[in-house]
């Protein structure tokens, strides 16, 4: 029997078919414009700027509440840290300089969790450091506001930080850090406190030093990871309106490791959402790729919906949701949560999904959401994709597709009685329905269309940018 979703009849030609006509679409409807303006409140602001006081967290600080911890004793040796890393670490060691782990990667070991990437901080000078290593690895510093030294070695890269770049970020504003810092004799404790009030959360601020296996704890961040809580090192309300994309990164966070947020966070975020508009737009992609690939989706996905920021980011989805809320808990669909939870079970921090994979899902559910379809058809599809085959794809599909689900509007009863053509028209016709559903997530004018289906919800947000060129992870482009 000829079946006419010519796309399914192998494994490796369902991925291939779907994706190239992902990609066709998207490089029809939008490419990816590096230029992206500068929103006004991308930079952070100086303390003068915006009449914080700083004072308000002097009791945060107080050096009693210090603590130098036995890393090792908290499950912490210098095995866990990836080559590269340590790579660099000894090198800078070798030449006299002190350097740390710090930030997510000290977190994730010490909730073991496999960490996203090692981030380094030096006493050492990037140009000194860059100059120490140019005889063993390609080191490049990137950024003006604040530089980082990224090293290349053997296909992974290393981001390291100086000490000193904090110090040359806002001079307005260090004068104010500066007035927190309690009297110390100890310059490598200044060094790194002075550090951690410049972090955007308590439990991003811990140091790890795999030489002396030590843990430095500066804004008891260990016992918020002890809590499982959410804090910000500056209250909430100064720390969000100083950098707006703060809000991002805690919901990230917090989605990936079930922390709580104190009432203080909740209050400073609803106080504190709009500014996430005037973000740099590059900026915005990159955090909703890290919320929606690395296997926290489904939480990230409720928070930016509890919180508003949904409509912004991914409208359409939201108006969705916002329709589904509204009816009784037996009637609501839970189809597009249940998408990405089981998203969220494949995909990792050390195995993160092509954002092709969150953009697809997106469109896929779009599609249902316009046009309901058969649970056969649904089961058909999917399965194909699974084993790569169409006689099993189908028989996998009849076997399932009996079972009882009330995804409505999405999913309709199975006719588990149709012929294997009709089966192979309506998958065919619900893939191109996908394909043609991308638009409503990359254009304007499509996104209005789409939004048409709901006149009581706000005609506003922006539409998901993205290129075909490029990583997909860890740089502001995003490659489907």
Not at 144 to 155: A, M, T, Y
Not at 221 to 232: F, H, I, V, Y
Not at 280 to 290: C, D, S, T
Request: contains cysteine.
């Amino acid at each position: 029997m000829a079946v006419p979703l010519r796309m399914i009849s192998n494994k490796r030609g369902v991925l291939a078919r779907l994706k190239s006509l992902i990609n066709s679409q998207l490089l029809q409807s939008r490419s990816f414009d590096s230029s992206v303006p500068k929103g006004p409140a991308q930079d952070q602001l100086s303390a003068a700027e915006t009449g914080f006081d700083y004072s308000a967290c002097r009791d945060r600080f107080d050096i009693s509440k210090w603590k130098a911890l036995d890393a090792r004793e908290l499950g912490i040796t210098s095995s866990m840290v990836s080559r590269s890393s340590w790579f660099v670490l000894k090198s800078l060691q070798s030449k006299g300089f002190k350097s740390y782990l710090v930030g997510g990667c000290v977190r994730d070991l010490l909730l073991n969790r496999t960490p996203k990437d090692f981030d380094v901080i030096t006493t050492a000078k990037l140009m000194q450091l860059r100059k120490q290593l140019r005889h063993l690895a390609r080191a490049e510093v990137v950024g003006r506001r604040f530089p980082v030294c990224l090293v290349h070695i053997k296909g992974s890269v290393v981001e390291v930080t100086s000490f000193e770049t904090v110090t040359q970020t806002s001079q307005a504003t260090e004068q104010f850090l500066n007035s927190l810092l309690p009297k110390c004799s100890n310059k490598e404790d200044l060094f790194r406190c002075k550090n951690s009030l410049h972090r955007d959360f308590t439990i991003n601020s811990l140091f790890y030093d795999p030489f002396d296996n030590k843990i430095y704890d500066y804004t008891n961040g260990m016992a918020d990871l002890r809590s499982l809580k959410l804090e910000t090192v500056i209250p909430a309300q100064l720390s969000f309106k100083e950098d707006p994309g703060r809000i991002l990164r805690g919901f990230r966070i917090a989605a990936r490791l079930g922390l709580s947020l104190s009432r203080e966070t909740e209050a400073a975020i609803w106080t504190y959402a709009s500014l996430v508009k005037d973000l740099n737009k590059q900026k915005i992609m990159i955090e909703l790729n890290y919320m929606l690939s690395y296997g926290a989706a489904e939480p990230s996905l409720r928070l930016l919906w509890k919180f508003k920021l949904l409509e912004f980011l991914l409208p359409v989805h939201a108006a969705y949701l916002d329709e589904q809320a509204t009816k009784e808990d037996a009637q609501a669909s839970t189809m597009l949560m249940k998408l990405f939870f089981h998203l969220d079970n494949l995909v990792g921090c050390d195995r993160p999904s092509d954002c092709s994979l969150w953009v697809g899902l997106l469109a896929f559910h779009l599609a249902l959401v316009k046009n309901s379809q058969d649970a056969l058809v649904v089961w058909t599809l999917a399965s194909v994709l699974y084993h790569g085959d169409w006689e099993g794809g189908v028989k996998f599909a009849k076997e399932h597709a009996k079972m009882c689900v009330n995804f409505a509007p999405e999913i309709r009863r199975s006719s588990i009685y149709k012929s294997d053509e009709e089966i192979a028209k309506a998958v065919t016709k619900l893939a191109y329905s996908a394909i043609d559903s991308i638009p409503a997530l990359v254009e304007d004018s499509s996104l209005l269309k789409s939004l048409s289906r709901y006149p009581s919800f706000p005609r506003s947000g922006i539409v998901i940018e993205l290129a075909i060129d490029g990583p997909a992870t860890d740089t502001p482009v995003l490659e489907v």
